[in-house]
């Protein structure tokens, strides 16, 4: 170094104390590297300065600061620069013009900005490490800088150097910080940070959200108060325990809310030490919910299904004992037959069982042969009116008799519940059907009853539009947990080989379909060991006799019609002279006023022919027609008279002509043959 005075020696140290203090009190590397430029500003022109940090991974040079009156870089490739052959000889350098162009013409720089008088360029070294260049320059005076300068620029670098690297680690470290406190907050996932014995020290908005948590709330706190069931503490407490002394935890477990709800949960506890005397642990919290009522969900399908498997193997077991039950007798009594000493009424006797078999086994395959039908929809209703009492009377008789041959007959009543009084009208329903559910009922009430009685008939339920039948004994009963799969195919109160009950176990299946056929539905009430009341509906279709078949009907929906609505009136569109009557004996016998029309063109002007308003309050409009059909005649009502209520009437019975009813504006839809009972409830409906 070149002999100073000794006041430019203390301006040198003064200078090498600030830069050296000015790595902490700075706030960036730029705020450093402009505080350095003021600093050297006192020993030397830094009008035109700057510092150029390397980068040898691809070889460029980056400015964080860059102060000169003619040229701006922030990045520049560093190849063939004077700041690159600086550090390439890794020694300072001071050039003039000449000297410079002398290095041009040698190849050994180029010219990158704009040409000055006189350069100096330091090395930035770190440990013997070079990580950069400060330099100074001159476009006027090529006397501005000499070597003295470029000595106490080369005393002074090692100390920017330092500073820098400093300040670069730094900002990279709050960085990182930064970083890690961004996705430590935002992370998807539920974290907490612990201190010992468990302190809460930091978690972030997941944490505070799925255990209802408001922020900073659970800072201070120990996590194991917090979010711990009662009943799990001691595992929690072992866990915080094991995890401190350095194992990872990774489970499933179930945690407590703020608000005292549980929730499952997946657990990842990570232990980290920070140093020899202090560890912190991480805990991860994932709401597994969803997850687990899947699992509940499969194990119970799972479960269920074993069930149904054990249950039909059960069923296939059970239904081969019946059927080689009476099988057997058939073929042995029928072998016994042939035998020549057998005496006539041993003859009568052995035909007797054969032909009692034999009933037994084609009631079985009816059973098989029925249900097969009813899953695959190949049973259809036949309707037709019945006499409910007269049913009833056959049933009572046939169970009456079936009862004397039973083997403890005289412990059993069997009785029989009508109305209270013969009902004045027949129910419309499928007969066969109706007696087959009865007879089903019965049987199994009888087969399950050893003394008491047997009872069954039938109510009316108004509010239903409904016939309730019963079949109630004081039988076994059924528990509480069978009530439900005794309805089900293969399934049996009784499923064991020891079973006192004989049978198949189909005749409710069977029952519940065939109601359900009939448009009802069936259920039971039942006490184990104190009998069962076995319900089932059928809908209320009735007539009264052949000249007023609608009056009870009409009667039992007009008596819903408030008094205020008799006397509207409702325009018939209706081609068909006898749909047309039927329709018109129905409303007037439910109070309304009926007009006809037989045509979509006459219905509207039928409907337009009253200036102050439309001629009818409701209109039945049929689909098919002449001249104009109901669709078109529909819209032009509509856009005359929006409010007025458009019943469609048709014969297309299918979810297609709904919607095209209702496309053209038509504000409900009854297929035919229409129902009294749906007609007049769609009526009133509109009107209430």
């Known amino acids: 170094m070149l002999n100073q005075k000794d006041p430019e020696k203390e301006i040198v140290l003064q200078t090498l104390l600030e830069i050296s203090n000015a790595t902490v009190l700075t706030g960036d590397i730029r705020e450093l590297t402009a505080f350095i430029r003021e600093q050297l500003g006192k020993l030397m022109d830094t009008t035109n300065f700057y510092i150029a940090l390397y980068h040898p991974e691809d070889d460029t040079f980056t400015m964080p600061f860059f102060s000169d009156l003619k040229d701006h870089f922030e990045r520049v490739p560093a190849a063939n620069t004077l700041s690159r052959y600086v550090i390439k000889t890794n020694k300072s350098l001071l050039v003039r013009e000449k000297e410079f162009h002398d290095l041009v013409d040698k190849g050994e720089v180029k010219l990158v900005g704009t040409d000055s008088k006189v350069w100096v360029g330091v090395p930035l070294r770190v440990n013997e490490k070079i990580i950069g260049m400060v330099g100074v320059q001159s476009y006027e005076d090529e006397n501005m800088y000499t070597d003295a300068d470029k000595d106490i620029l080369e005393l002074i670098s090692y100390q920017i150097g330092l500073a820098i690297d400093r300040k670069q680690k730094e900002e990279e470290l709050n960085i990182e910080k930064a970083y890690f406190e961004q996705l430590f907050e935002n992370v998807p996932e539920a974290m907490v940070i612990q201190e010992y014995p468990g302190t809460i020290t930091d978690a972030n908005v997941a944490f505070n959200r799925l255990f209802g948590f408001e922020p900073g709330e659970v800072i201070g706190k120990r996590l194991d108060d917090l979010i711990i069931p009662e009943e799990l503490s001691e595992e929690a407490a072992s866990y915080t325990d094991r995890s401190f002394r350095g194992e990872v935890i990774e489970t499933e477990t179930v945690r407590m809310r703020k608000d005292g709800e549980k929730i499952d949960v997946s657990l990842l506890i990570k232990p980290f030490r920070i140093s020899r005397d202090k560890t912190i642990i991480y805990a991860l919290y994932r709401d597994i919910r969803r997850k687990k009522e899947v699992e509940r969900k499969l194990l119970a399908a799972k479960e269920k299904a074993e069930e149904a498997d054990r249950m039909k193997t059960a069923f296939l077991t059970n239904m081969s004992h019946e059927i080689r039950t009476p099988m057997n007798a058939i073929l042995g009594f029928a ?354």
């Open 335 to 688: 072998q016994l037959l042939s035998t020549e000493q057998l005496t006539a009424e041993q003859k009568r006797e052995y035909v007797n069982i054969i032909k009692n078999s034999g009933d037994s086994l084609l009631r079985l395959i009816d059973d098989i042969l029925d249900l097969a039908k009813l899953e695959s929809g190949q049973i259809q209703v036949s309707e037709e009116f019945v006499d409910i009492d007269e049913q009833i009377e056959s049933l009572y008789t046939t169970f009456l008799n079936l009862l004397s041959s039973h083997y403890h007959a005289d412990m059993i009543e069997l009785r029989r519940k009508g109305h209270g009084q013969k009902l004045p009208f027949k129910i419309r329903t499928d007969p066969l059907r109706l007696r087959q559910i009865l007879n089903n009922l019965l049987s199994n009430a009888v087969k399950f009853t050893r003394e008491g009685y047997v009872e069954f008939g039938y109510d009316i339920l108004p509010e239903e539009e409904a016939l309730r039948f019963f079949v109630k004994d004081t039988g076994i009963g059924i528990p509480e947990d069978k009530k439900e799969i005794i309805f089900q195919r293969f399934q049996q109160l009784d499923d064991s080989k020891t079973r006192l009950y004989p049978g198949t176990g189909l005749g409710l299946a069977i029952s519940k379909r065939l109601t359900h056929l009939l448009g009802g539905r069936i259920w039971v009430e039942s006490e184990e060991g104190k009998g069962s009341v076995f319900y089932f509906t059928i809908p209320l279709k009735v007539m009264e006799d052949e000249a007023g078949a609608n009056a009870y009907a009409v009667r039992g929906v007009k008596s819903r019609i408030r008094q205020e609505l008799t006397g509207k009136k409702i325009l018939i569109a209706e081609d068909d002279p006898f749909n047309f009557l039927y329709l018109r004996a129905v409303l007037e016998q439910a109070g309304f006023n009926v007009f006809h029309v037989g045509t979509g063109k006459e219905a509207v002007r039928f409907m337009k022919k009253e200036k102050e308003g439309p001629a009818a309050d409701l209109v039945l409009m049929d689909i098919e027609m002449p001249e104009m059909n109901g669709y078109e005649a529909t819209a032009l009502i509509k856009k005359a008279y929006s409010k007025v209520p458009v019943i469609a009437q048709t014969a297309y019975a299918n979810p297609e002509e709904k919607d095209k009813c209702m496309a053209a504006g038509c504000d409900s839809y009854l297929a035919k043959p229409l129902q009294i009972s749906d007609l007049l409830n769609e009526i009133s409906r509109f009107f209430e």
